[in-house]
Structure formats: structure tokens, C-alpha cells
């Protein structure tokens, strides 16, 4: 029998006593505002939750909170699903909820465009059955997934299995359709579904007065406004906005946003716990007040299972929790119709999931470290076909940047052109939506330009050469681990030393 349905485990990670580095407020130089970040905030709110319950501040606390959750019916009329392991498996999603921001509010944080009203990011948190450790895996939102055959419970007709990326499959069928995809792709049996969003995350930043990250490199992105310079910083709200959205500020894109996801849930948590929050009722209440207010859970995610966790996860040390991402085996599997998706690594994540089901740690006794500081991309450069035009009054740079990016290995057309204008300032990349980890790949290897969707131009990116291009730099192919099991890290690898 599948375990009670409970929360998703709480992650401790770091030690108290740390002292406070303040940084930079968030955009307009005051208070950030509410505003919402993506996937794993999302996420960590909801785990942060658990923790809080383990203060024993009471069960009728603990149930007044519980009346804030939205329930949602995610296992109706399922079948076929998968046989039970050991331990419990919640899935966690965030969802794009944009369109409930106000106009200021997106400007201010670089949230403009359309939501797409499909999953941001998902994550399995795997709670073993002795309550002494907790497996994170993060599944990429551009993962090539197939919908599982089903009837439309809107019209009633039989819909066969489909190809999709797989954040589609919540915009298809809504948290029922999403935990079947998850159970069809992972032959894993989800116990749980925790859905968030993230209206009041930077609220709970700031109730927490800010939570610490480390980064060893600058992380720069026009996109979200995130600039942080390399060293150590404590975020408020609108800074941790700005830091978990991020996918620009290097060329790995989601990959890197996972990590930094992670870390940033593990420096969470290990706030939580080392504020005195578990301690005092008033600030328990702050905290819980700012957290739930858009949670949508399964039915059985109750007060019982909230306190119930909270206390078995009391004792949890930063090295009994573990992060890691499914194996990637293609990271551009372009599928016809859906442009280009990650596929995984079937071998690699039946292991991981097998793991999992057995209820085994995924991390390894040693990692190495990691040598090379070259940016990282998803898509290998021979794989991006480029057409570069000059957009200023320099004769020849388009040649030069052409000749620059063949020399990186990019398959470009070889015949460089002038653009229609002569004065562009700044180097841009124009790409179909449906290539959007090529552009970002490809924007990589040319630092500074801007990325510029063009809906219906094709798989051929087109480079404008603007009078701020000084030179290409060299890139490499984000590829999984070399050896048969993935990259995992422990919670107590992840947070600032």
C-alpha cells in the first residue's frame, strides 16, 4: 500500500550563526515587490512548510494553514499506473502564472510576454521510507515526453499517444495528465502532487530577512535584470526573483537555472532553520501565511502528514539531502511539429529511477571536481546553422564574425551579407522560437548580443554584426557525466561554505 499522502521532505542544509552579507534591492532600487519566480521557489515554499511543521507549535495552527491549499483531484480515474516502491514520491510542479502580476509588476521584473499555462519546471522529491534522507531529481521542461492514450474528459473522444515537450502536458490535461506523463516516462509511482504558485514567494524572501548565495562568477542576464557580481550575497525578495528565472546569464540555460534552483532551495531552507523561525509562533505565522496562499495539493495533503513529516525530518542534517537531474542523452532531438526537445538517456534514468524505486541514495562517495571554466551550451555547435549579415558600415565584418563562428564549429552558410540597415549597436541573434536553445547557444559563443524571437523563421539563425562585436568565444556541449550514473550533489555541497 502506497504511503499516507504527505508533503514534500524538508532539505536542511548549512549551519546558523552565519553572518549577513546584504546585497543590491531588486529593480527600481526600493522594496521589491510581490512578484513571481519560477519553478523551484515555487517549490522550496512549499517544502520550507514542512520544516515549519516541525516546530510543534500545534495541530491547530498546522490545520488553519491547511485550509489555504487548493485541493485537485491529480490521480482521478488513473490506471495501469505503476507498482509502489519504498519510500514516498512526491511530484512537485510550478506553473507560469504570469497573468495574475500587474502591468508594474512585470515590468519590474522582466515578466513580460503571454504565460503559456503549462508546467515551468517539475521535480520528484523522493522521501525514503525511514525519514532520513530525501532525492531531489529536476525534469527538464523541454523534455521530449509522450502523453500516455487517454479519453478527453472535456469532449469524451479518444485521444492516442502523442509527442510533446514536457511542460505541454499540464496546458493538455492538467495536473492528471502531467503526473501520468511523469508515471509513463519514469515507471515510477507518484504518491503525491504539490502544485505552487509563486505570488508570494518574494514576500517570504523578505519575511525571512533575505536568503544567502554563493556564486564564484559573475551571473549577468538583460533578461530577467539579474547582475551579480562573483562573492558571496544575501537576496531579498526581488533579487531571488531574478536569480532562480534566470536562464540567460550563461549558455546552459535550463540546466544551469536547475542548479541554481537547487542551491538556492537548499540556501532556503537552511535560512528557515537557522532564523529562528522554527522558534517563534509570530514569525511561524508570517512565514506559513506567506507561503500557502496559492498552493494547490492532492487531496490527502493534510495537517496530519505536514506534522507528521515535520517531526520525523527534525534531525535532518545538510548531507541528508542529495540533487541531481535526469540523464540527458540529446540535448536538440528535434521532433517534427514541436521544434527542438532533450531527450533523456534511457539507460542512465531507468537506473536513476530504479534507484529510486528501491530506495536506494543516488550520490556517489566522491565527486570530482570540475576543471574547465569554459561556458557550457545545450546544442553543439555543429548542429546550429547560421547566416551572418552586417548591420554597420565596417566592410567586411561580416566575413570576419562568419569565419570566427566556422572556426568554433558552427555550421554556418558561408556566404555573409549585408543587412538591410547600417547602424545597429549591438549584435543580435534573431531565431523561431521553436530553436531556442540553439539561440542561446549560439548568443553564447558571441557575448553580448541579443537574442530576438521570429516566429516561423526556421531552423536557420540569422546573426546581425553590430559595431559592438569585438570577438567570438569559445564554447562546449553541456554533456551528462561520463560514467554510468548521473551527477548527483548533496545538500551540504550546495549552500555557501
Given at each position: 500500500m502506497p504511503s499516507r499522502p504527505g508533503a514534500a521532505p524538508p532539505l536542511r542544509a548549512g549551519v546558523p550563526g552565519l553572518s549577513r552579507v546584504t546585497g543590491r534591492r531588486g529593480p527600481g532600487g526600493g522594496r521589491p515587490r510581490r512578484g513571481r519566480p519560477r519553478w523551484a521557489t515555487r517549490m522550496a515554499t512549499t517544502l520550507s512548510v514542512v520544516v515549519l511543521a516541525s516546530a510543534g507549535i500545534g495541530h491547530a495552527v498546522v490545520s488553519s494553514i491547511e485550509s489555504d491549499i487548493t485541493r485537485v483531484d491529480a490521480f482521478r480515474d488513473m490506471k495501469n499506473r505503476p507498482a509502489a516502491g519504498h519510500g514516498m514520491n512526491v511530484l512537485l510542479v510550478g506553473t507560469d502564472g504570469r497573468e495574475r502580476l500587474t502591468a508594474a509588476e512585470r515590468r519590474d521584473f522582466h515578466l513580460g510576454g503571454a504565460p503559456c499555462h503549462?508546467?515551468?519546471?517539475?521535480?520528484?522529491?523522493?522521501?525514503?521510507?525511514?525519514?532520513?534522507?530525501?532525492?531531489?531529481?529536476?525534469?527538464?521542461?523541454?523534455?521530449?515526453?509522450?502523453?500516455?492514450?487517454?479519453?478527453?474528459?472535456?469532449?469524451?473522444?479518444?485521444?492516442?499517444?502523442?509527442?510533446?515537450?514536457?511542460?505541454?502536458?499540464?496546458?493538455?490535461g492538467g495536473p492528471n495528465l502531467t503526473v501520468s506523463?511523469?508515471?509513463?516516462?519514469?515507471?515510477?509511482?507518484?504518491?503525491?502532487?504539490?502544485?505552487?504558485?509563486?505570488?508570494?514567494?518574494?514576500?517570504?524572501?523578505?519575511?525571512?530577512?533575505?536568503?544567502?548565495?554563493?556564486?564564484?562568477?559573475?551571473?549577468?542576464?538583460?533578461?530577467?535584470?539579474?547582475?551579480?557580481p562573483?562573492?558571496?550575497?544575501?537576496?531579498?525578495?526581488?533579487?531571488?526573483?531574478q536569480y532562480v528565472r534566470s536562464r540567460h546569464a550563461d549558455g546552459?540555460?535550463?540546466?544551469?537555472?536547475?542548479?541554481?534552483?537547487q542551491r538556492f532551495l537548499a540556501a532556503l531552507l537552511e535560512r528557515t532553520t537557522s532564523s529562528g523561525v522554527l522558534l517563534n509562533p509570530m514569525r511561524f505565522r508570517d512565514v506559513t501565511r506567506a507561503v500557502l496562499g496559492s498552493v494547490r495539493a492532492d487531496k490527502g495533503f493534510g495537517a496530519d502528514e505536514l506534522l507528521d513529516l515535520g517531526r520525523a525530518m527534525r534531525n535532518f542534517s545538510p548531507s541528508s539531502s542529495e540533487f541531481t537531474t535526469v540523464p540527458i542523452a540529446e540535448m536538440a532531438f528535434p521532433v517534427k511539429g514541436i521544434g527542438s526537445t532533450l531527450k533523456w538517456d534511457e539507460d542512465k534514468?531507468?537506473?536513476?529511477?530504479?534507484?529510486?524505486?528501491?530506495?536506494?541514495?543516488?550520490?556517489?562517495?566522491?565527486?570530482?571536481?570540475?576543471?574547465?571554466?569554459?561556458?557550457?551550451?545545450?546544442?553543439?555547435?555543429?548542429?546550429?546553422?547560421?547566416?551572418?549579415?552586417?548591420?554597420?558600415?565596417?566592410?567586411?565584418?561580416?566575413?570576419?564574425?562568419?569565419?570566427?563562428?566556422?572556426?568554433?564549429?558552427?555550421?554556418?552558410?558561408?556566404?555573409?551579407?549585408?543587412?538591410?540597415?547600417?547602424?545597429?549597436?549591438?549584435t543580435v541573434v534573431e531565431y523561431d522560437p521553436r530553436w531556442d536553445r540553439s539561440a542561446r547557444s549560439l548568443s553564447t559563443a558571441l557575448p553580448g548580443s541579443e537574442l530576438r524571437a521570429v516566429p516561423g523563421q526556421g531552423p536557420v539563425l540569422k546573426v546581425t554584426a553590430g559595431t559592438?562585436?569585438?570577438d567570438v568565444r569559445k564554447v562546449k556541449v553541456a554533456t551528462p557525466p561520463s560514467s554510468d550514473a548521473p551527477e548527483v550533489v548533496k545538500g551540504d555541497e550546495v549552500v555557501c561554505p
Open positions: 503549462c508546467t515551468d519546471t517539475m521535480m520528484i522529491v523522493h522521501l525514503s521510507a525511514d525519514r532520513e534522507r530525501a532525492s531531489v531529481v529536476s525534469l527538464p521542461r523541454d523534455s521530449y515526453a509522450e502523453v500516455p492514450a487517454r479519453t478527453d474528459p472535456r469532449t469524451g473522444e479518444p485521444r492516442a499517444a502523442h509527442p510533446v515537450r514536457l511542460n505541454a502536458a499540464y496546458a493538455e506523463t511523469v508515471e509513463h516516462m519514469t515507471d515510477l509511482k507518484i504518491d503525491h502532487y504539490v502544485e505552487v504558485d509563486f505570488t508570494s514567494f518574494m514576500r517570504t524572501v523578505d519575511v525571512l530577512d533575505g536568503v544567502r548565495v554563493c556564486t564564484p562568477e559573475p551571473l549577468k542576464d538583460s533578461y530577467t535584470g539579474l547582475d551579480l562573483a562573492g558571496t550575497h544575501r537576496l531579498t525578495g526581488g533579487q531571488a526573483l546552459a540555460s535550463d540546466l544551469s537555472r536547475m542548479r541554481r534552483q534514468a531507468r537506473r536513476l529511477f530504479d534507484a529510486l524505486r528501491a530506495d536506494r541514495p543516488l550520490a556517489a562517495p566522491h565527486r570530482r571536481p570540475p576543471v574547465d571554466r569554459t561556458p557550457t551550451v545545450e546544442v553543439a555547435p555543429r548542429e546550429i546553422r547560421v547566416q551572418v549579415l552586417n548591420g554597420t558600415t565596417t566592410k567586411g565584418l561580416a566575413g570576419r564574425v562568419d569565419r570566427a563562428l566556422a572556426g568554433l564549429g558552427f555550421a554556418v552558410t558561408g556566404h555573409p551579407a549585408d543587412a538591410p540597415v547600417h547602424d545597429a549597436r549591438r559592438d562585436f569585438k
